[in-house]
């Protein structure tokens, strides 16, 4: 009998099929002539069959290497029922339970054996590995090996270093649903593949109806059980970014007479197992989880997913959203998102991320890492270009123009000649396209502005001509971009600066004061003069008029040419970081000096008294009694200044940062 047909006879013995599916037989053959592979393959395509018939022909123990306990318990108790001996080693038994698996892996009485990757750091582990004849080893969710994937785990890093210091190495398999190729290549390498046969049978579902929903953060929760209450016959999951947020959304669910249950990793274990086994045998309809649910989860009738906040990648997406529909049944993958999701995320990822398996500057790559993922996914929701091309073409498969229709039903003559895929939102929908230059670039000015040293929330209220208290330090009505865009819609400058920050030409810093920058895009522009943004009437200067490329090398500041021009500038090296430059203007107003322009009280640089800010909250110029000009102050003034009032306030400050040894002093425009 040769090994296609013995597969064959196995398939059809312990799974009751008569052929397999696209991409299963080539897996199966090469791991049966002890070949690695790499299979990529979507969600409900069958890659658990892969390593089982090879496993079931095989003489001696698979080693299944999975990630989740609730995965190896449903998987395990599946096969024992089909008539294949299999078991797992986890925290959840105790030692007596554990050495009685060992002891009957030893025997040859068990096919497959599932561990998770930190099993395979301990040492009792390592002597038994090194004793039990292995005849093969599956590394499911292998994209987790890679720190450039959506779900990176160090302790995928190890598998390697434990497959070559077994006594005889067997065939390995590495098996995952979303993989990239730059991924790809990373599982290959970490895991020590040999020339492994490589399948990608590719990404699209068409039987799933992908949906984006942009809708503030208030309404949600009424969408979502507005959705389930008209499907009340229906099987669906709804993700959500926070336990919080799980457990509310599960709270008024209940409330409104939809049963639903809760997971997330903050439950205890029994809890979490309860609630996946109401949901696994239709007990309840909906459970409404984090992203700890689900991965590898044997439930074939999902009808829908539901993201109820935005994920961290395209990776991320994908896979959740792909356990709808796995019976082939038409079934719907709805994202509601805004910009407070991007603000999240962002969050989640900066402060999220330690592990002692790292170096600092491995962790920053993998930081970045997921930003850049962060960035695909707010792409997907801004898209209008199909939905399912983009994910297709996101891992880098094309589709053919009557691609991701829904299964069982014909593409309408209008969609074919389109190319709409017809199972999509998008491609259902009509778009039109409005011209944001104006908006884009009043955002850059105004980041100039500012400084790069205040977050969307501030530079999106002086845009729009906000004096709100939180801006008094700022002075905003100084600024020649106050109230620019005061005649435009606050949530479409949201939308237009996340936009700038995702295509590059705005970056938004790390940590808990998410500071908007410029990014890397916004480098490298030639000088062109732009409109005058006041009422001073002259006209722009000629470039040639500019020091230094338009640059005061000396100071690092623009080189003053008139009041009211802005100039696109080359950037210099000492700035990568900025595209839209304002030439600085000389201060005439209250005769302040023109880089300490503070205060709305006159300043003459000679005078026995001293000035401060009109606002507590900024740092104050102080004027000393002498020909000097003005030393700047960083320290906060403490004094309570009258902004109605034109005289001097009285103030304490506290000594300046020049005169006091060890404090570094920086002398901003």
């Known amino acids: 009998m040769t090994a296609h047909q013995a597969a064959l006879e196995a398939l059809t013995r312990y799974f009751g099929y008569d052929s397999f599916r696209p991409g299963q037989q080539g897996i199966v053959e090469a791991l049966l002539a002890g070949r690695d592979v790499l299979g990529v393959m979507p969600t409900g395509a069958g890659k658990s069959v892969c390593y089982q018939i090879p496993a079931a022909l095989s003489p001696g123990m698979t080693l299944v290497i999975s990630p989740l306990i609730s995965l190896m318990r449903d998987q395990v108790d599946a096969l024992n029922d089909l008539g294949l001996p299999a078991a797992f080693i986890n925290t959840t038994q105790t030692p007596d339970e554990q050495a009685m698996v060992f002891a009957q892996a030893a025997a040859?009485?068990?096919?497959?054996?599932?561990?998770?990757?930190?099993?395979?750091?301990?040492?009792?582990?390592?002597?038994?590995?090194?004793?039990?004849?292995?005849s093969l080893i599956a590394v499911d969710e292998a994209h987790c090996v890679s720190q450039w994937g959506q779900d990176f785990r160090s302790s995928y890093l190890g598998i390697g270093d434990f497959i070559a210091g077994l006594p005889q190495r067997p065939p390995v398999g590495a098996f995952t649903a979303t993989a990239t190729e730059r991924v790809r290549r990373d599982i290959v390498g970490l895991l020590g593949l040999r020339n492994p046969a490589v399948t990608v049978t590719g990404f699209d579902r068409p039987n799933l109806y992908f949906d984006v929903v942009k809708l503030e953060t208030k309404y949600k929760a009424a969408w979502v059980a507005r959705y389930v209450a008209d499907h009340p016959d229906e099987s669906g999951i709804v993700y959500c970014a926070t336990r919080k947020t799980t457990e509310a959304l599960t709270d008024t669910l209940n409330q409104m007479g939809h049963p639903a249950v809760a997971y997330h990793g903050g439950m205890s274990p029994d809890a979490r197992e309860a609630a996946q086994r109401d949901f696994i045998?239709?007990?309840?309809?909906?459970?409404?989880?984090?992203?700890?649910?689900?991965?590898?989860?044997?439930?074939?009738?999902?009808?829908?997913?539901?993201?109820?906040?935005?994920?961290?990648?395209?990776?991320?997406?994908?896979?959740?959203?792909?356990?709808?529909?796995?019976?082939?049944?038409?079934?719907?993958?709805?994202?509601?998102?805004?910009?407070?999701?991007?603000?999240?995320?962002?969050?989640?990822?900066?402060?999220?991320?330690?592990?002692?398996?790292?170096?600092?500057?491995?962790?920053?790559?993998?930081?970045?890492?997921?930003?850049?993922?962060?960035?695909?996914?707010?792409?997907?929701?801004?898209?209008?270009?199909?939905?399912?091309?983009?994910?297709?073409?996101?891992?880098?498969?094309?589709?053919?123009?009557?691609?991701?229709?829904?299964?069982?039903?014909?593409?309408?003559?209008?969609?074919?000649?389109?190319?709409?895929?017809?199972?999509?939102?998008?491609c259902e929908s009509t778009f039109e396209t409005i011209d944001v230059t104006r908006v884009a670039q009043a955002i850059s000015r105004c980041v100039h502005d500012v400084g790069q040293r205040v977050g969307s929330g501030k530079i999106v209220k002086i845009l729009r001509g906000s004096r709100a208290q939180d801006l008094a330090w700022l002075n905003p009505e100084r600024m020649p971009t106050f109230g620019m865009l005061k005649d435009v819609n606050e949530a479409r400058v949201r939308d237009v600066l996340s936009q700038m920050a995702t295509d590059g030409y705005l970056s938004i810093a790390e940590g808990r004061m998410p500071i908007v920058m410029f990014g890397a895009r916004a480098a490298g522009l030639f000088v062109q003069i732009m409109e005058p943004l006041d009422d001073v009437g002259k006209p722009p200067l000629p470039t040639s008029t500019?020091?230094?490329?338009?640059?005061?090398?000396?100071?690092?500041?623009?080189?003053?040419?008139?009041?009211?021009?802005?100039?696109?500038?080359?950037?210099?090296?000492?700035?990568?970081?900025?595209?839209w430059a304002r030439i600085s203007r000389t201060m005439t107003r209250n005769r302040c000096s023109r880089s300490y322009a503070n205060c709305d009280a006159p300043s003459p640089r000679k005078s026995a008294s001293r000035r401060t800010s009109c606002s507590p909250t900024r740092p104050c110029a102080t004027w000393p009694a002498s020909s000097?000009?003005?030393?700047?102050?960083?320290?906060?003034?403490?004094?309570?200044?009258?902004?109605?009032?034109?005289?001097?306030?009285?103030?304490?400050?506290?000594?300046?940062?020049?005169?006091?040894?060890?404090?570094?002093?920086?002398?901003?425009l």
């Open 108 to 134: 040859g009485q068990i096919k497959l054996l599932y561990v998770a990757p930190e099993r395979l750091e301990t040492g009792r582990f390592r002597d038994f590995a090194a004793r039990t004849p292995i």
């Open 546 to 579: 500019m020091r230094s490329n338009g640059w005061n090398a000396s100071r690092r500041r623009p080189v003053p040419v008139g009041a009211g021009e802005w100039l696109i500038l080359p950037i210099p090296p000492m700035f990568p970081a900025m595209r």
């Open 281 to 426: 045998t239709d007990k309840v309809p909906v459970v409404v989880a984090t992203n700890a649910f689900g991965m590898g989860i044997d439930k074939s009738n999902v009808r829908y997913v539901i993201h109820h906040n935005l994920p961290e990648s395209i990776e991320a997406y994908y896979q959740e959203a792909g356990r709808a529909g796995r019976d082939g049944e038409p079934s719907r993958c709805t994202l509601l998102w805004n910009e407070s999701d991007i603000v999240t995320r962002r969050r989640l990822l900066d402060n999220d991320y330690e592990n002692e398996r790292l170096t600092p500057e491995e962790q920053e790559i993998v930081r970045q890492s997921k930003r850049r993922l962060l960035d695909g996914m707010v792409g997907y929701c801004r898209t209008t270009d199909c939905l399912h091309r983009y994910m297709t073409r996101y891992f880098g498969q094309e589709l053919s123009p009557n691609a991701g229709s829904t299964a069982g039903e014909d593409i309408a003559a209008d969609s074919s000649q389109s190319g709409k895929c017809g199972a999509c939102s998008n």
């Open 628 to 668: 000097r000009l003005p030393t700047r102050n960083f320290w906060r003034s403490t004094a309570s200044v009258n902004t109605s009032s034109t005289s001097t306030a009285s103030a304490s400050c506290k000594p300046s940062p020049r005169s006091m040894p060890g404090v570094r002093h920086n002398n901003l």
